[in-house]
């Protein structure tokens, strides 16, 4: 958890032990300008440097990582709570993405000349990166790789809540050969990202985290049409589970699926769409006891647990109102989300019947809660599925291609998987949503579609001559 404990400082700690993990300054307003004004000045001399260098200085942050990969997973275990088998996974995206970058950038932004027209692509300039606390370091350098490579200055703000994670990645980043404010890192929370997302001297502003702050930052810049906002922000995502071949195995999915990270990936899975039959109740038994064996705990213990605690004792407080709000409203409890040690954010998870419920919100739960809701049939099914305002991920569990297809063509998602966890997206791939989980300027492989713009030229190296136009007179 972390908070500024006064106006200008900025503590974080481990969330279960409440151990200081980080400390250090918040920056003011004229401490964000000044940060701005730098990566301004650095423009010149990194849009300057050709691709090739550019490349270079990314491959050198790549081995620098790879010489660093266990610290880094430490990091994160620290800060965030996750444990160190999934930091260790999310250290490795963070090298992975340099090689991912380097190639969408030459696929998707790459010099070509089409029936004479010549089509080239050049950075926005400085762009501003806010980075979320679920994935403290893969997340946000999803965004500064491609926008350094393509030529950009960046200035990152780090979630309040992982500050340590954020400084960290920095440094390696400054250590590869950037040029001096090339990358700027400015510490704080919401007033911090307000200054910098609302700064005139940005051209661009990258943005992961919940659909309220998304939409904020979209309103905060209506006035602003050239500058390109791309937001990605969360879902109420439905799984589904119709003639599955394994209920056993599906269960285990599922349960991945919604209780990965402890719920904190915008992927998860929020809410279990049955259809009627046999199978749904031995799959409810299924998951059940698959979720009964679940380990939570601190990621320094030994055995290592599936997930660690919430981020903070306010994000458990949250998640906990939530739960009871749906038992107030209707819901029919399977099993309780609870508090597993007082005075700590780690939670038991929870799943909730809510099928008939009359007022069942359209939220996000952030965390370890799981929603199941029973239809007569597949086309129900699917009617339920996109009864959402967001569109970020969807999935179906079943032994069926047709069925796939159908749900394929039907559902309204950008991330859409067929018998694997919902929480499974592919840096390869395009990662975004639409509705209110994003402004279609998806990530992951297509994020070097959003970090340059492309410049159409008709060229010739001689005037010639001026075309004969009726009604139009050449020079004599």
């Known amino acids: 958890m972390s908070s500024p404990a006064q106006a200008d400082i900025l503590r974080s700690t481990d969330p279960v032990t409440g151990d200081l993990i980080w400390e250090g300054a918040v920056a003011s307003p004229e401490e964000v300008d000044a940060a701005v004004a ?36 430490l990091a994160i275990s620290r800060e965030n709570g996750k444990p160190l088998w999934e930091s260790r996974t999310e250290a490795a995206a963070v090298r992975g993405k340099i090689e991912l970058s380097i190639e ?27 980075g979320p606390f679920n994935f403290p370091a893969h997340l946000p350098n999803g965004h ?28 390696r980043w400054r250590a590869s050969g950037l040029p001096p404010g ?8 919401a007033a911090t990202g307000a200054h910098l997302a609302g700064h005139a001297g940005i051209d661009g502003l990258f943005f992961t985290g919940s659909a309220h702050v998304g939409k904020r930052l979209l309103a905060a810049n209506a006035d602003h ?55 749904s109740n031995e799959l409810l038994d299924a998951l059940e006891a698959v979720v009964a064996g679940l380990r939570v705990g601190h990621y320094a213990e030994d055995p290592e647990p599936f997930f660690g605690p919430l981020i903070s004792g306010a994000a458990a407080d949250r998640v906990s109102a939530a739960a009871a709000d749906l038992l107030k409203k209707g819901a029919r409890l399977r099993l309780p989300v609870e508090r597993i040690r007082e005075g700590t954010p780690l939670l038991r998870p ?79 791939a395009p990662f975004g949503g639409i509705g209110d989980s994003g402004n279609h300027r998806p990530s992951a492989y297509f994020a070097a579609d959003y970090c340059s713009y492309p410049v159409a030229s008709l060229e010739r190296s001689d005037l010639g001559e001026a075309p004969a136009l009726p009604g139009f007179s050449r020079v004599p």
Request: glycine share 10%; net charge positive; proline share 5%.
């Open 350 to 428: 929870g799943i909730y019947d809510v099928t008939g419920m009359p007022d069942r919100a359209d939220t996000e739960i952030f965390g370890p809660v799981l929603q199941v809701i029973r239809c007569r049939n597949f086309a129900e099914a699917l009617e339920e599925t996109n009864r959402t305002r967001f569109g970020l991920a969807a999935g179906l569990l079943s032994a069926s291609e047709a069925h796939y297809r159908h749900f394929r063509e039907t559902v309204r998602a950008g991330i859409i998987n067929w018998n694997h966890p919902l929480t499974g997206a592919s840096s390869a």
């Open 144 to 171: 500064i790789a491609p926008a350094l490579l393509a030529g950009n200055t960046v200035v990152f703000k780090p979630s309040p809540d992982t500050p340590g994670v954020g400084e960290w990645l920095v440094r």
């Open 225 to 279: 049409p050239g500058k390109i906002l791309a937001l990605e922000m969360g879902g109420n995502n439905a799984l589904v589970v119709h003639e599955a071949a394994d209920v056993r195995a599906a269960a285990g999915v599922v349960a991945q699926s919604a209780f990965i990270s402890a719920g904190q990936r915008c992927t998860c899975a929020r809410r279990l769409i049955l259809v009627e039959g046999p199978e």
């Open 38 to 73: 730098r990566a301004r000045g650095a423009l010149p001399v990194w849009r300057g440097r050709s691709l090739a260098e550019r490349v270079r200085c990314l491959r050198a942050f790549a081995e620098s990582i790879g010489e660093a990969m266990e610290e880094l997973a």
């Open 104 to 130: 969408a950038h030459e696929r998707r932004c790459g010099d070509f000349v089409n029936r004479g027209a010549h089509t080239r692509f050049r950075p926005h300039g400085v762009v501003g990166v806010l």
């Open 182 to 189: 090339a990358l700027e890192c400015v510490q704080g929370g």
